[in-house]
């Protein structure tokens, strides 16, 4: 039973494409994440949505765009892929209320190459 | 704002013995958690273990603690009889408890020698 998927795993495209990446938790979380890994292993954060509402948004360029259709989903459009937006794409899931630890579960992570 | 410093950008470590992988964080939040992940080579995340910054002993999950050291913004991860499956990046993080953002340090990577 896969807690945090994400589809496709591995995405390789061409510069000024458009694409999209799948995220869905069977956690009943109720706070997703998209982190952005770089070549170097750094992971940073992009989006977070808590019950389908925008909370975190990082500065990132508007060419992504987060949708979360419900609180099991987040989705990551891209559009005009440059090839910088090439890393390793997590996202991430966690349950906020007080009191909690709130760790957030990871998915498998989707490499992206943009060639 | 938030930050965290791991120093050690690669450890190595004999089969079986212990191991101390080092994270300092800097934060002006009076609550917050860190944690510590694990990063194998085929790249998912896996969390090991967490501490809440007014938890008043160490956090332990089998053969993880975690040595914080509040005044001195430690939170130090330690491996007990590392095992070879234990070679992996380690990253620390933390977030304060009034938002939701999660902080990484830049990773340790630990090699497990047999």
């Known amino acids: 039973d896969t807690a945090v998927s994400q589809t496709p795993k591995y995405l390789v495209t061409q510069m000024g494409n458009d694409k999209s990446i799948k995220c869905e938790q069977n956690l009943g979380h109720d706070t997703m994440y998209w982190y952005k890994q770089d070549s170097k292993k750094f992971l940073k954060i992009m989006f977070s949505y808590n019950n389908k509402e925008l909370i975190i948004n990082e500065t990132v360029p508007n060419r992504f765009s987060p949708k979360s259709p419900d609180k099991a989903h987040l989705n990551l459009h891209i559009n005009s892929l440059e090839l910088g937006d090439s890393a390793v794409y997590f996202c991430?899931?966690?349950?906020?209320?007080?009191?909690?630890?709130?760790?957030?579960?990871f998915g498998p992570g989707t490499r992206l190459t943009v060639t | 704002a938030q930050k965290i410093t791991q120093t050690q950008p690669g450890m190595f470590v004999q089969e079986k013995e212990a191991v101390t992988l080092d994270c300092t964080y800097d934060?002006?939040?009076?609550?917050?958690?860190l944690f510590w992940y694990k990063q194998p080579s085929s790249g998912e995340m896996i969390f090991l273990i967490y501490q809440g910054s007014y938890d008043q002993q160490n956090a332990t999950e089998g053969r993880y603690s975690l040595n914080f050291q509040k005044a001195r913004k430690s939170a130090n991860l330690v491996i007990s009889a590392s095992q070879l499956g234990d070679s992996a990046m380690y990253f620390c993080a933390m977030r304060a408890d009034s938002n939701y953002k999660l902080t990484f340090g830049k990773g340790t990577l630990l090699t497990v020698n047999p």
């Open positions: 991430a899931s966690s349950q906020e209320f007080s009191g909690s630890s709130y760790e957030q579960y």
């Open positions: 934060t002006s939040d009076p609550s917050y958690g």
